[in-house]
C-alpha cells in the first residue's frame, strides 16, 4: 500500500509540474491586461485636469481624449476576445484531463492488462530461468521450422525428438523418433528411442507397441541395456517377478562394472524383494596376467600404438615386475626416440612409477 502511495505521489508531481507553467502564463496575462485598462483611465483623468485647469485647449483635449478612448476600448475587447477565453477554456479542460482522466485511465488499463496479484520473484532467479527456457523455445522453435520445411530431413527428427521429452511432450517425441527410425532405418537405439517414448506418453506403462519395439532392439542386440532394463519393467508390471529378476540381473551381469545404468537397476531389484544384486565378478591375478602378456605380444608384432606401450609399463608397475616395465619403456623409447614430445611423456611415467633406478 505504502508503494502505491508513493507512486499517487509521484504521478501529482509530474502533473503539478506541467500545469503550474501554464497557471503562470494565464495570470500573467490578465494581470498585463488589467494594468494596460487602469493606465488609459487615468490618461483620461488626467485629459481633462489639464483641460480645466487651462494647459491644454478645448480642441486639443478632445482630440486627446478620442485617442486614449480609441485604445482603452481596443484593451477593453482584447480583455475580453473569445480567443483569450477559448486559451482559458482550454487550460481548464487540460488541468481537468491531467488530474481526473489520466490517473483513471492508467488505473483501468492496468487493471485489464496488467496483474496487481502476480507474486513477485526475485531478480536472480528470473535471470537464471527465463533466458533458459526462452532460448530452448527458440531452438525447439526453429528446428520445427526446418522440419516443416524439409519433412524428410531424419538428423533433425532425431535431434528433436529428446528435446521433446525434457519439455514433456511426449507424443511429438514419439512421432519425432518414429520419423528418425524411418527415415534413417532401423537400429537397437532407435527402436530403443521410440519404445522409450511410447512408455513416456504411456505415463510410465510398458504398452505393447513399447514392448515390440524393445524386442526389435534386443534383436539387433542382445544385451542393449536401456531395452533390456524396459523388457523386465514390463515382467514386472505383468506380475512375472522372476523373469524381471533374470533380465535385470543379466543386465548386471554382462554391463561393465561402472555403467551409469548400475545403480538403477540394483535399486529395481531390491524394489522387487532381490536385494542381493550378483556383483560383477572381478577379474583373477592370472586372467590380469594374460591380459599384459596379450598386451606386450600385440605391441611385439606392431610398435605404433603409444598408448598401449603406456598401458604396458604401467601394468608391469602394478604387477611388480620392475624389470618388464623398465624393459617396456626402453623399448618405446626406442621406437619412439624422433618424438620429443612421447619421450617426454614416458619419462614422466617412469618417474611417476619410480622406476628410475
Given at each position: ?59 486639443e483635449a478632445e ?64 535471470t537464471r530461468e ?166 606386450a605380444a600385440k ?59
Amino acid at each position: 500500500m505504502t508503494l502505491w502511495f508513493v507512486f499517487a505521489l509521484m504521478t501529482g508531481a509530474a502533473i503539478l509540474a506541467v500545469l503550474l507553467p501554464l497557471a503562470r502564463g494565464r495570470a500573467a496575462a490578465i494581470a498585463g491586461q488589467g494594468s494596460d485598462l487602469a493606465v488609459y483611465r487615468d490618461q483620461l483623468a488626467e485629459i481633462d485636469r489639464d483641460r480645466d485647469s487651462g494647459f491644454i485647449g478645448k480642441t486639443e483635449a478632445e482630440a486627446a481624449r478620442i485617442e486614449v478612448s480609441r485604445r482603452l476600448i481596443a484593451a477593453s475587447e482584447a480583455h475580453s476576445d473569445p480567443v483569450v477565453s477559448g486559451a482559458n477554456a482550454r487550460r481548464r479542460t487540460a488541468a481537468i484531463v491531467a488530474f481526473l482522466v489520466v490517473p483513471g485511465v492508467a488505473a483501468a488499463l492496468y487493471g485489464w492488462r496488467g496483474q496487481p496479484d502476480y507474486a513477485g520473484q526475485p531478480l536472480a532467479a528470473r535471470t537464471r530461468e527465463a533466458p533458459a527456457r526462452n532460448d530452448l523455445d527458440a531452438l525447439v522453435a526453429r528446428v520445427e521450422a526446418h522440419l516443416a520445411a524439409n519433412p524428410e530431413d531424419g538428423r533433425g527428427w532425431e535431434v528433436v525428438a529428446p528435446v521433446y521429452l525434457r519439455a514433456g511432450r511426449p507424443a511429438d517425441a514419439v512421432k519425432a523418433r518414429a520419423n528418425a527410425l524411418r527415415l534413417l532405418g532401423p537400429t537397437a537405439d532407435r527402436h530403443a528411442d521410440l519404445a522409450e517414448a511410447l512408455v513416456s506418453e504411456a505415463q510410465g506403462v510398458v504398452t505393447a507397441a513399447a514392448k515390440a519395439a524393445f524386442e526389435q532392439a534386443v534383436a539387433s542386440e542382445a544385451d542393449h541395456p536401456k531395452a533390456r532394463y524396459f523388457l523386465g519393467l514390463a515382467a514386472d508390471q505383468d506380475g512375472k517377478r522372476d523373469d524381471a529378476r533374470r533380465i535385470w540381473e543379466r543386465i548386471v551381469e554382462v554391463g561393465p562394472p561402472n555403467a551409469p545404468w548400475l545403480p538403477l537397476i540394483r535399486s529395481e531389484l531390491e524394489r522387487i524383494g532381490f536385494a542381493q544384486a550378483p556383483a560383477p565378478a572381478l577379474p583373477t591375478a592370472d586372467a590380469i596376467r594374460g591380459m599384459v602378456d596379450s598386451l606386450a605380444a600385440k605391441l611385439a608384432s606392431d610398435g605404433s600404438d603409444f598408448d598401449g606401450w603406456l598401458r604396458l609399463v604401467r601394468s608391469y608397475a602394478v604387477l611388480g615386475d620392475g624389470d618388464k616395465a623398465r624393459q617396456a619403456a626402453a623399448d618405446a623409447r626406442s621406437r619412439f626416440s624422433a618424438d620429443a614430445d612421447k619421450v617426454g611423456q614416458l619419462d614422466a611415467l617412469i618417474r611417476e612409477l619410480g622406476l628410475g633406478g
